[in-house]
């Protein structure tokens, strides 16, 4: 990013512009722009998306009049033009819609296995529609916008953020809301502001640890560890673990990690919640036309609060924070997905891991990590053969390379289901797999 | 190994020499005695163990008349004695007998677990009895033979290897039979010599997976993969896999690997045959006593064909020709378990793995891997992993670390099962596992 | 350090107190008193340092009075009393005086070999006198104050360190005033302030290279670089050196490399300087008496201005910003020696290298490297093996070690001159050497 | 190479087949005939090698039809004709012949630097002529060849073998005569046979230590370091150093280490013998006009006796045994010149190495090093950077990495010298290297 442009303001580009998400966005380009002074934002979608994109654009073009600020709100379909010259990208985007989303999550039921979007066969699926896509979109930022970072927020975000890595030469971080969130929840739970939490985290993208939580300079981990009924409310990291687990683990594991670590428990509960709702995907549905009901309001000139409610919650303010940190060159530290090289020392170079990085004005430097539980170590490597497999099978269309991933997927009971459930959800993805069924 | 012992000839100690398989060691040493000058062969067993060692003592004694050998055969339960100015010892042992190995089947089964004297947790629970005791010997090797060679064929030989690695100074190896038996299948189905036969392993014991099969210079590896009928008998390497699955794996897996692989239908086998027969520790048990009336017969002065049925084939073909290469710097290249130290790259200096190795004068040294499939890499960490952790909870009588090992297996549904069959399995094993209940 | 302790102070111990650089530290201790709650000062020192001790102590004594501050000042001959407990303890000492000194840099240049005390043969003796009274103090910091934090200013730094790190338990950094004296050229040269400085180190202490100088977020290496003549003054890092050696070299050379790179002139140099004044040592000790003169003088109670012409500039500066960063978790990046742990690829983890890191509350954590120019490595591994060999002849005594450091150090020219350096020079040290002459 | 092609025999190329060690390798092809089936000797020479290689060949056909063998020998100066279809090339090359070699050998003298072909900056030029030139050869091998094995005898042999290694896809070993000719030694020392030594070697071509002497199973390595004067005649490994440094260094020094650890003395005996004799390509230039004038002689039907005492004894032996090894698979131990891939730990991947492998039919296998000692890792490091940078200066023709290369090798004393030397060198071979010198 040079000088003179500096001078004139930021371009910035969000591919799924039409996301109910994106008013969050808007709103933090507002409240930070004295420090990251965006002139122009480009809202790109596709035409299936246009209606969305037009009742969100419109939203965002009232938010951003009632500030007063110099931001130039585009909304387009033409992706190229948005690239063009552009200092941020951001992507949020969900190849094949919530119907897609729908079967991720359903068809994995029928074999007694996991159904979810990021974790599991489903986030495998997700995987195999979206990384064509998303190299398709690395292609013209190389060409069109070669200094640009991208902030990739596509799930599943680590087996995306990697095939970026490994696939293109675009300068790209993969986020999620997840290390934000904690910090939130300390920060009210000690009463303190978050520049006195530290927390480490080790990992993958859905697949992390946290392995050190300090607080006004105090180690709060094992309080935390032991201490499984006594804070309550939701989205508290220690609920619903049984406390000798938690103990002897000696870390707070990610929400996922239920998945992997409950999973006959997990997987009652989403075939309870199937049989009686249909699958997340169409709650989700639901929400969301009713988030967009509110912003075709042409009253309304800021972010609705139910917006909050959504799962979401800080996606924006992890954005902008990694914005400003990496325009300032601000050299704090956030929790972000990255290259490995070497700091988790069991993984590839190129493998995506989430951990402490120190934001530069180059980009994100990871921390060396202070604690890397051994009984950890296993699952994350297994979790991570996988994603490469899944990264190489959505690249090469290959079905072997596709099998191999679903049977060593540690959520897979075994060879013979891995095969069943791979031919079913292929053919049920088959719109979106060109890669798998080439045309004759 | 000095070279005014040499001359005199080798002595030779086997731990647990009441067996039922030394009559096949005895009868190597006697075949092999121009390349392995053994002078002593001190069997060693403990009180409860003596009747056996006396009627297996006097068998060895009888074929080491029969052979016309200067090869002096001496029985004992004093452990250090024998163990003095020994240049090789063996062990081969089972702490808590054939009842704890019924235990170690049959409660994982309880809990829907696959029950396994070596893979699983009743591998893990083995492991736990061994470790202590094994450590014991190695403090005697340390201060009465410390240029002594032990050779591990204790299960699960891979965790016990390693245990000796990082807890004591003593030079060991880990043996299995499983390469030799699969060189022995490929001389007979391809009629050619053991010499024009080259296989490559890569992994764990009981968890390797073959990369490579060269007859007489010939890749065969793809003709294996993809006939999963044309060979028949029991024992083929390919027999029982699904073909999609084999020829995408692209290596010859381990037996043991299905209990991974087709843990539903092993699982299934598994109670079958407990219903039907008990579990399979009272079958080997029958199989034992029988060999032991054969070898009790005065007449009897070579080892009985009947001993080639027991599973354990080539253990003493596998244990003679590792002497004989340390012995004479042969720098042959034989399969075993040693420490990693860098072979594969993502484990760490001290893991036990089983590999190509070259057997110099001074040692096995690892050949490098010259194929790692992807797919395999995050089975082989997870089950390490849980080799460590059993290992550390063996020394450290941690239920903690227990709790993690188990809850890390890949075979272990879930932290409620784990706890739940921790317990009651350590519970069953109290009286073989001190560092877990000291006395008050 | 403790949350009680915290509230009553810091104890802060100056090994070596009685040295004129003490004065640059008081001053730092009060200016940063908000920040840094120093309580107790103990300024410790050997009998043969007690004259010296009682003048820098009063002078601190007198400084502390004029500021208002509770900070107690203890002297003392008594090293246990002071360290128990402390915080903080920070060493500069010089084990055989500016006698020895005077020898470190006379005998080498004798033999046609660079005379200095921080590189070269010199640096070496200085070495072997030094790390086993370093350890000595550790040994009481293990046992007396487990949780201080030791600052290493001795030098040679980068091996002392080291020796440090391997040879005990003390939580250590070392400290060198070259990184923050960059910094400050920078800031005057660009007239900016020292947090708009970026720069990235790598090699180790007395041999490293600056990768990148980013002033306002613009990389100004280039210019600086291809600018050997633009710059004036003395300090300016660019001085001297062949503009095609520096532009084709990509990075800045630390001032000390000229002893590798530019060997025959600064031999000369040396030559000619020694043969006119007598060695660097008899000038030091010239200033320093000057210096002791002015802080006898009962009326002063601040730092005079004259130590700032000293070499040490910004020594105390680097020495509170460590601990203020360490005491309140400020996770700021500082240039330091710290154990490698990975991150320059090829040394070993326990080698002392200087680069950035993030200081943090459990102490600093080195940065990934971005550039490790290819044409560097070969020297740092040169030097750093030789730093290990001089650590591994310091603790054992073993001259057979001491030879091949020595024959193994880029500036002695051959195994002749090197056999004969040492001899004269291990014997020239007889009284400080203990483990190479032991008495009968 | 497939089962059919071997049927009928192997094709073997010889580039530089006129060189005057063409004779050797004639006689090693038809001693081993009955293990190495040669059906065509092709060997191929430039133009202004004709006159050469038309002697030579001759020869060769002579030594054939003396033979009785069913071996084709052709002669030509079409390479790519040669090439086609080859099972195993050698390269034995001198671009810009004996003269360019008088130049390596004394423009360094007259800048007090070492001059040798191999070591030092006159390997540096020889490198910077033969490397495009090569990797030309290579281009044509990887399309009419691709599954031939190159062996590279072409000096600087590691830095080549590196290159080819690193710039192209053709299956490459680099070879050298010192480990044969150390074993041939210990033979005739120790009155055994070549299968009772085993010897370890560590470090890069013509820059090796020994580390390991077994024979006859017992370790003669202290004894050879200790007895310095006791062995007798040319050609011993102990000769000519300095008793102390030998003994403390632990392993034997190759011959060419002189030039680094006897600097000085060594770069006397090459003015004097410079002055005498001029350099050594005239020396060694007289001696191939008396061989190529036996050579001619058509009568002679054989080696000619007087080729041994030529400097390259054993490279026809070299060579022959590793064609041997790679065509049988015999899996036996060589010392060669292969990519790293972790066995030196610091070195990169792909840094060509000089040690032990395991030959099998897929390509030689590094061995484990048992000893690397700390004390020459440095220098290992210091020579593979500038080896490492010299290729790149050959591949890229940038003169600014050829003088960093120049700077950093350990020979060049200081950055005015290089600056000089290198424009001098790169000057004087001017027609050699189009890539410093592209035509407008």
Known sequence: MDVTRVADGLKVVVIGGGSSYTPELVEGFIRFHHELPVRELWLVDIEAGLHKLNIVGNLAKRMVERSGLPIEVHLTTDRRTAIKGADFISTQMRVGMLEARGRDESIPLKYGVIGQETTGPGGMMKALRTIPVLLDICRDIEELAPQAWLLNFTNPAGIVTEAIHTH???RSVGLCNAPIGLTKWLTTTYDTAPEHIYTEFVGLNHLHWVTRVDVNGVDKLPELLNNTEG???KNVPQTGWNPDFLRSLGALPSYYLKYFYMTDEMLAEQQESFKKDGNRAAVVKRVEDELFQLYADPELNEKPKQL???GGAYYSEAAVNLMKSLYNGKNDIQTLNVANNGTIDFLPDS???EVNCVVTKT???PL???????H???LIHAVKTYEQLTIEAAVTGSRDIALQAMVHHPLVPNVDVAIKLLDEMLEANKDYLPQ???QV
């Open 308 to 310: 909050e409610q959504r």
């Open 231 to 233: 804070f309550s409310g």
């Open 363 to 365: 980009g994100p430097l």
């Open 168 to 170: 293109s030469n675009v």
């Open 436 to 438: 798998f069924f080439p």
């Open 376 to 378: 950890v170590k296993g």
């Open 351 to 353: 493998a995506s891991i």
């Open 368 to 374: 060396p990590l202070t604690n890397v539980p051994l």
